[in-house]
């Protein structure tokens, strides 16, 4: 690549390749060395051959001398390009659930034209230099990609919450393990782990009074029939009602009932005046309670919505809804403080994690102590009050 100058001011050439290699070398990349156990022996047996050698003066000895030598020495040219010149990108699943398996998946990239990378080994770092997982990598040729994976019972993800992802240190002792050679990529990410959920006992929906789907006598879009009347210009005509269009020689509208979900608010108290150990434990009883409740409702057919004090997930029933408040669940924390509850919505279903005391505005349908849900099996049950 040629450098012009113009007015003694340095001119660099734009490109798509200068500016791929800028943001490649933005990215801070450590490279380290350790002598290995093998390595340290081998250097040991090289100090002693030597030594021998000139004591004794036998060229069989030189010979095994300069070959320790050679290969040392061989290594350790060959062993820094291993870990150099290499893109690695990591792919977090898009949903962990605490307490189960989670893969993550490395994608390494060999840069070098000519010359392939050999027995890596990627180490997955958090924030915190916790090793999260390793993961092999046996040959990349010269311009190619590799994707390698792990999975991960790693008890970052045994609790709910935001995790996150601080660097990849690709290692390699390739060609004689004499030396480990390594490389420290800066790979931020994050990944949020959804709370654990459970089976909700049976019985509990005859708590709730039927079906989350119920039709009105009004209106509207349904199926069953609400009313017949004739036909005015410009309706529909998928609305015209045939069969007795053709039995009154006039064309008659068929008019439905319209069916409506019931709503559900869960309310999550997330606020108390001094949050001891002991709150905090019931604070994530209430919070999987939550989480099971929600998934429970929405399979049932129900408008589902949550709120806390921080934030409010208007009730509904789409395909993502789930997805929608399961993660508000995984950030939500207990905090300290007053707040007051005012909500129309109506009904409401409040699930407390303590005693059930805390000052609420709005008509409930009912009221949950998580204190009495206890888990058998996989099955959430509640135990009946004496």
């Known amino acids: ?28 990349v450590v490279y380290r060395y350790r002598l290995t156990l093998f390595g340290f022996i081998t250097l040991a047996l090289i100090f002693i051959t030597g030594f021998a050698a000139i004591q004794s003066g036998a060229n069989l000895v030189y010979f095994l001398f300069g070959l320790l030598i050679a290969t040392f020495i061989t290594h350790g040219i060959v062993s820094p390009r ?31 034209r000519f010359l392939p990378v050999s ?27 590799l994707e390698t994976s792990y999975a991960t019972v790693h008890q970052i993800f045994q609790k ?3 995790v996150h992802f601080r660097s990849a240190l690709v290692s390699s002792r390739f060609p004689f393990s004499f030396i480990e050679r390594s490389a420290e990529h800066e790979l931020a990410g994050e990944v949020i782990v959804l709370p ?43 609305q015209i009602h045939w069969k007795t269009s053709a039995r009154a ?19 999550l108290v997330d606020v108390v005046p001094v ?26 057919g129900f408008d589902v919505g949550l709120r806390t004090s921080t934030l409010t997930i208007s009730p509904r029933n789409d395909r993502d809804h789930a997805d929608r408040i399961l993660r508000a669940l995984a950030l939500v924390e207990l905090r300290d ?23 609420m505005g709005g008509q409930y349908q009912a009221v949950e102590d998580a204190r009495l849900w206890y888990l058998d099996g996989n099955v959430l049950r509640k135990r009946v009050s004496s």
């Open 275 to 300: 949050p001891t150990d002991e709150l905090k434990q019931l604070f994530e009883r209430a919070v999987t309670l939550t989480a099971s409740l929600a998934l429970f409702l929405l399979r049932k």
């Open 160 to 162: 709910r919450g935001l």
């Open 196 to 238: 654990r959920t459970y089976s909700i006992d049976g019985n509990w929906q005859l708590r709730l009074g039927g079906q989350g789907e119920t039709a009105h006598r009004r209106r509207g879009a349904g199926i069953d029939l609400h009313s017949l009347r004739e036909y005015t210009e410009g309706e529909p005509a998928r």
């Open 119 to 145: 027995s890596l080994l990627i180490s997955d770092f958090t924030d915190k230099k916790a090793i999260v997982g390793k993961a092999p990598c046996p040959v990349i040729p010269p311009g190619e990609s």
């Open 337 to 359: 403080g007053t707040t007051k509850w005012e909500d129309n919505s109506s009904p409401q279903l409040l699930v407390i994690y303590a005693d059930g005391q805390a000052k």
């Open 249 to 267: 020689r006039r064309l008659i509208v068929a008019e439905r009932e319209r069916e409506e979900r019931n709503r559900i608010v869960i309310t």
């Open 1 to 28: 690549m040629s450098l012009a100058t113009t007015n003694n001011r340095l001119q660099i050439p734009h490109g798509e390749k200068l500016r791929q290699w800028l943001a490649r070398e933005k990215k801070q």
């Open 82 to 112: 291993n870990v150099r010149g290499l893109d690695i990108q990591r792919v977090l699943p898009a949903k962990v659930t605490a307490g189960q398996e989670a893969r993550i998946i490395l994608r390494i990239r060999n840069r070098h």
